[in-house]
């Protein structure tokens, strides 16, 4: 994979950007708070559509601007591929070679990136649910599908769970048949999450 060329436009404290990087390594080199880690930033959110230091994406728009723009011209397989992504306060425009993609999940694995920052080493010492999405974040990068599949485990889990507290220690006939229904859905979905996890951590093994 190769990034011909980046632009970023109202993102921090970066002028517009258009950069061409070189092939196999680039190093860049500025004193402190010249925007090194927030062209990094750029980097990671046209490809991965977040940000490894806000969960708001809103945040990376520049002060006084009311929206930002980043795209990435990427070549992969000998296949070139225009990612655009627009922010504004309270929505994102997400374009693939120049149109609206749906689902999201076929923006995804052309354009694969990995970071590594100082809290990645508190990883090991954080929350389980810290690692998982660690986990599951690396298993996307090489299963676009299983985007869907863990959305679809979290939204059927957030419904189950409404209903168990619905039922606030009695079940009616009605919540019963739909927990029912819940736990079939949630237990054929959390096969295929935990066989996608089971699957890239044996690969990590080797």
């Known amino acids: 994979m190769r990034i011909d060329l980046l632009t970023a436009a109202g993102i921090r404290n ?13 190093v860049f080199v500025g004193q402190n708070g010249q925007g090194k880690t927030n062209l990094l930033e750029a980097i990671y959110v046209v490809a991965t559509l977040r940000s490894f230091r806000t969960s708001r994406l809103a945040d990376l728009i520049a002060f ?23 922010l504004g306060p309270h929505a994102r ?61 979290e939204k059927v889990l957030k419904q189950r769970n409404s209903v168990l507290k619905q039922a606030d220690g009695s079940l009616s006939s009605k919540l019963g048949d739909l927990l029912a229904v819940y736990d079939r859905q949630l237990a054929e979905l959390g096969i295929a ?6 699957a890239f951590v044996a690969t990590m093994h080797g």
């Open 64 to 86: 006084g601007q009311t929206e930002a723009q980043l795209g990435a011209r990427v070549t992969k397989a000998g296949l070139t591929r225009i990612y655009e992504v627009g």
């Open 193 to 198: 999450v935990s066989t996608a996890r089971a």
């Open 14 to 26: 970066l002028r517009p950007v258009e950069l061409a990087p070189r092939e196999r390594f680039n």
């Open 93 to 153: 425009r997400v374009q693939l070679d120049g149109k609206a993609v749906r689902p999201i999940a076929r923006y995804f694995g052309g354009f694969n990136v990995v970071v590594f920052t100082p809290e990645d080493l508190a990883l090991p010492r954080g929350t389980p649910s810290e690692r998982r999405r660690f986990v599951d974040r690396a298993v996307f990068n090489q299963n676009t599908e299983y985007l869907g599949q863990i959305q679809d485990y």
